[in-house]
């Protein structure tokens, strides 16, 4: 029962809603004047949050300095001595056993000797070096000069005969 009257309840108010008129509406052109339009009218939200920051307060903190306590009576410490421990390893040494051997065992023995060392002959080459010209002087370089001579030449031209099948 109370869903029903909830629903009826919710179709009045949706039926009661003013619907908008289309013959109020007014139709702007569009254009390069629309830009200048619609800049006026804008609208920016602000937001504001507020934030409970929380303060910074003074802890004490305990911090333990050592300090130097006078004893009445000597009191022994105990000083690290290095001390060596053997451990036990096994380790196999091999013996030599004796060979009887019939003959001596040839050796090579290298001996030094003399090499003949080749001198090489040393030529001395003659090296270009500056020398000093007292005045200019004219060098003349022999040029080849090229000469037109008509040559009777005689060319064969051989014809060259096609067949058609």
């Not at 003074?58 to 690290?80: A, F, G, L, S, T």
């Not at 040494?93 to 290298?110: F, G, I, L, S, T």
């Not at 060392?117 to 080459?125: F, R, S, T, W």
């Amino acid at each position: 029962m109370k869903t029903f009257i909830v629903l009826s309840i919710v179709v009045a108010l949706v039926a009661a809603v003013p619907v908008p008129d289309s013959s109020e509406k007014t139709i702007e052109k569009r254009g390069l004047s629309e830009l200048e339009s619609r800049s006026d009218h804008h609208h920016v939200k602000h937001v504001t949050i507020t934030k409970k920051v929380p303060v910074p307060y003074p802890v004490e903190v305990e911090k333990h300095v050592p300090v130097p306590v006078k004893i009445p009576y000597p009191v022994h410490v105990e000083k690290k001595v290095p001390v060596i421990i053997e451990k036990k390893v096994p380790v196999y040494v091999e013996k030599k056993v004796p060979v009887h051997v019939d003959r001596p065992v040839p050796v090579e023995v290298k001996v030094p000797y003399e090499v003949p060392v080749v001198h090489k002959e040393y030529v001395e080459v003659p090296k270009p070096y500056p020398v000093h010209v007292e005045k200019p002087y004219p060098v003349y370089v022999k040029k080849p000069v090229y000469i037109e001579k008509p040559v009777p030449v005689s060319v064969h031209i051989k014809k060259v005969k096609k067949h058609h099948h």
